[in-house]
T-cell receptor, first 115, second 113 residues
Framework: NAGVMQNPRHLVRRRGQEARLRCSPMKGHSHVYWYRQLPEEGLKFMVYLQKENIIDESGMPKERFSAEFPKEGPSILRIQQVVRGDSAAYFC?????????????FGNGTRLTVT | DQQVKQNSPSLSVQEGRISILNCDYTNSMFDYFLWYKKYPAEGPTFLISISSIKDKNEDGRFTVFLNKSAKHLSLHIVPSQPGDSAVYFCAASPGGGADGLTFGKGTHLIIQP
């Protein structure tokens, strides 16, 4: 897990604030995925990105959530005007290819708490 | 509607015995299945996978069985060791892209000494 770096590990935000979650993929990996885990739930796919492109955002809420993976720097998941229901663990994963038989490598997650 | 179901939230097994974790799915389009293991405060770690063209895949102490007609798969761990205590997630994909992974809610495996 150490290969995919996520920060911060813990993030506390008040309702209405913005949350920015960062993910640096493993070296050599150009495919990044964001998943969200609500309490007592499994991981839910949010978005799949390659450098500078969003490939699949079918799991992203339509409002307040956005993601990017710029040419330089980490991938960012941005949540605007956070609400209590956004409290969850957000996991980033990376892969050298986009195919399913190249297993995803997950980071240790960012635990977002909205107060 | 849950497409991947792990009906046992927890399972307790004695060290040295066999652990069997079960997973059911409803989507007939799923053709690739994976198991991930997760320790507290860490991200999931890939364990083993199986394609729908197979009914069994083995890797050391871990074996995954797939019954396509029953839409059921299971993970066998033998012998179970204390370090196997973790939450195990079953995941399925309709094939092709890794972005299509659908996860179950997980089973917390506890290995008792």
């Amino acid at each position: 897990n150490a290969g995919v770096m996520q920060n911060p590990r813990h993030l506390v935000r008040r309702r209405g604030q913005e949350a920015r979650l960062r993910c640096s993929p493993m070296k050599g990996h150009s495919h990044v995925y964001w998943y969200r885990q609500l309490p007592e739930e499994g991981l839910k796919f949010m978005v799949y990105l390659q450098k500078e492109n969003i490939i699949d955002e079918s799991g992203m809420p339509k409002e307040r959530f956005s993601a990017e993976f710029p040419k330089e720097g980490p991938s960012i998941l941005r949540i605007q005007q956070v609400v209590r229901g956004d409290s969850a663990a957000y996991f980033c994963a990376s892969s050298p290819t986009g195919v399913v038989d190249s297993p995803l490598h997950f980071g240790n997650g960012t635990r977002l708490t909205v107060t | 509607d849950q497409q991947v179901k792990q009906n046992s939230p927890s399972l307790s097994v004695q060290e040295g015995r066999i652990s069997i974790l079960n997973c059911d799915y409803t989507n007939s389009m799923f053709d690739y299945f994976l198991w991930y293991k997760k320790y507290p405060a860490e991200g999931p770690t890939f364990l083993i996978s199986i394609s729908s063209i197979k009914d069994k895949n083995e890797d050391g102490r871990f074996t995954v069985f797939l019954n396509k007609s029953a839409k059921h798969l299971s993970l066998h761990i033998v012998p179970s060791q204390p370090g196997d205590s973790a939450v195990y997630f079953c995941a399925a994909s309709p094939g092709g892209g890794a972005d299509g992974l659908t996860f179950g809610k997980g089973t917390h495996l506890i290995i008792q000494p």
